[in-house]
């Protein structure tokens, strides 16, 4: 039993002992397994470890940390109420076609910024009250809102997990469009239709626009109620038309968002409500904390390579079904990290392979990573918009669309130069 | 007093002593270790004084010149593009230390990112520093990050484009040296050191530049030397003088789609000849397994072996891995066979190198035979 072996087994271990025994935050029961892999794993300077494997998630944090803040004003602005009764108003009469709609809507801020976080915690805040309206559970809505999440976050015009792939082989992100579509598009209407068309179809929308709330549009008007979510979408899409001119990053662009929020519609004490936004992110911004010291006391006592080697080891023939495994379950610790760990390796095992499909496809099964306790970005965020405490209930529910998602990756993987001739 | 509240006390004080201990390294690693001046260095500058833009910069580094007996041809080495590639580092280092030219001129840049010897890469586990022992004491060297460090260059956007062409990135390749070239004086601190060098070039007619990098063996241009379509034909020649001396080395044509690195935007858009060379470094790879200061001195590792029995890995791996003396034994002979190639096609215009060990030198002594002893002057 190799030395890498026991280090593993000690500090998964440590840390379920942490969680299940002894109750502990999923943060604290990390930071302890953690520094237990370093000592056992007789790191000379544990402490810096410690430290510096967190500093890889800085940025993701301000990003879901302001995220929070400005979903909770548009919350508190009664905008959030007052879009749902306007769009609800508008299509009630097609709801197969509002439920895609709604579902690309979703798909937005992933697709512009490459982070499933921003597209749950921003488009899914606005569409998931339109969901409740319209008959679908919150188990439901939360469900939808995590996969068109990882779908935005997979499909074109930015994909990161992709590009760190693409970074580890050097192979440039061009040519990826058309496949990520055809990855990403059709899942996402059948995810549509999954959860949300076959949900609402017996539920009579006429009295479902009866019991709409207009109060809040009446008073301040469409324009200037909406302005801040407008404004976001457009800095963000502006920020990718013209990344020379504009460059404000995600943080800023949350952070004008939250203070346009608070003098567009009903008034609201800002600061409170940074604050609960604050104290809802903290767990998972704890969670981010501790798994960059888990990553990065793995790499130096050489769990990690324990782990990727392990993964390479089975036969050509088992090599995608080990894909399909070790991916999203790598995932649990981050899904870029599952890109950049796992990613790269496997899409060097498969370079006979057409290389742009087959990135794209590992990127896809890669995103699945969000959906993995105990970071499970995607899905914790789905929970907290919907209003649900536990997310396990959503993440059973994404139990057979995320085998659908690694059977259409890991089938576009087999046929990948059958599918580059068709375009 | 509360029992949470007595608990929140604890917890930030703990948080503060980690934070202070911690940072004490990370400022440590800010100080540049010495490099011994050797015989041959007739001058040292900087490269602001090619770029002014870069004076008073964490992007500013040293420029050993090395001038011949006789006129020449000119050669720039850059090592320390990527600081966790440590053989480009040393290899350079071993040029300012050792060589003598009878002909020609030599600029060497050590550090050429030298913000990135300041920090290591989050979550990679890398040493900050390791240690190489010579007859006369310890010489020690940093271990830095691929990136410049973010402390310099703040934040990353989600996607970086490259400047000229236009090329979309992930977003922290914003912060690698190898992928900003020609880099412009206005961007960001990474794309003006491009830029300086790039002036470095233009300015002083640099006849061939050398890159010096290393990657993981899991990687497929590996052992090889990397040349722009102009230095194909000398890359040619010195691939077969090296193999005339057992040194087994892999010639690849520079990517036309692939931009931002040294072998493709210094031969477009300078006169000089580029050419890129990779030994094999087991730090840096993702199947490697404990990572410390021995793996990087003697690249030993048994997950890589494992991984080359599997058939994974494109350059060959046994138990005595591949050594640093090695790697930078590849690098000396890779540039001296490139300088004698020159020479022989070009006897008018000579670059000549004297002092430095062979490849064979320094598998048999070891790196530390070779360096200045640590008390001598410095630099």
Known sequence: MSPEFLLFILMVGVFAAGCFLL??????????????GALA?????????????TFGYVDTILTIATAMMFMMGFRDSGALEALTAVVV???????SLLMILLTLVIMVPGMITGSSTASVLTAGAVVAPMFFVMGMSKVDAGALISLAAILGMIAPPVNIPVMIIGGGIDMPYVGFEIPLLLLTIPLAIVFALWFGWRKVRGVDQAKVVESLDFSTLQQYGAIKLFAPIVVVLVLMVLEKAFPRVLSLGMPLIFLLGTALTWIAGKRFDILQSARKAMEDALPVLGILVGVGMLIQVMTATGVRGFIVVNALSVPQELLLVM????????????????ASVLGVPFMLALLGRDQIITAASLSLIAALGDFMPPTALAAIFAAKVVGIEKYGTILKKLLVPALLIIAVALTFILFSRQIRALY | MKKHTITAILCAAVALIAAAIAGTSFLEARKQTPIVKGPGVSEIKMLSDWFPGLKGSPGDTE??????????ASMLVLGGTHPNEPSGHLAAVMLIERAQLPSGTLYVIPRANASGFTHNDAQEGAPQKFTIQTPAGPRVFRYGSRATNPIHQWPDPNVYIHASSGQTLSGSETRNLNRGYPGRPDGTLTERICYGIVQLIKQENITITVDLHEASPEYPVINAIVAHPKAMSLASDTVLGLEMQDIAIRLEPSPVNLRGLTHRELGDFTDTLPVLMETANASQGRLRGRTDEALVLTGKDKWYVRAA??????????????????RVGRHLAGIQELAFSWTLSHEDQPLEFEGLPSYDDLMTDGLGAWLNPPSAPQS
Not at chain 1, 89 to 94: A, D, E, G, I
Not at chain 2, 63 to 72: C, D, E, H, N, T
């Open chain 1, 23 to 36: 109750k502990w935050p999923v943060a604290a029961s990390m930071l302890v397994a953690a520094t237990a």
């Open chain 1, 41 to 53: 794993g007789g790191l000379q300077d544990p402490i810096r470890h410690l430290v510096e494997g």
């Open chain 1, 89 to 95: 108003k508008r299509f009630h009469k097609v709801p």
């Open chain 1, 323 to 338: 894909i399909a495994i070790s991916i999203p379950l790598f995932g649990a610790i981050s899904a870029f990290g599952a």
């Open chain 2, 63 to 72: 420029v050993y010149i090395l001038r011949g007996a006789k006129p020449g």
């Open chain 2, 309 to 326: 029995r599997l058939g994974r890995l494109y350059v060959p791996y046994d138990e005595k891995g591949h050594p640093l003396d090695e």
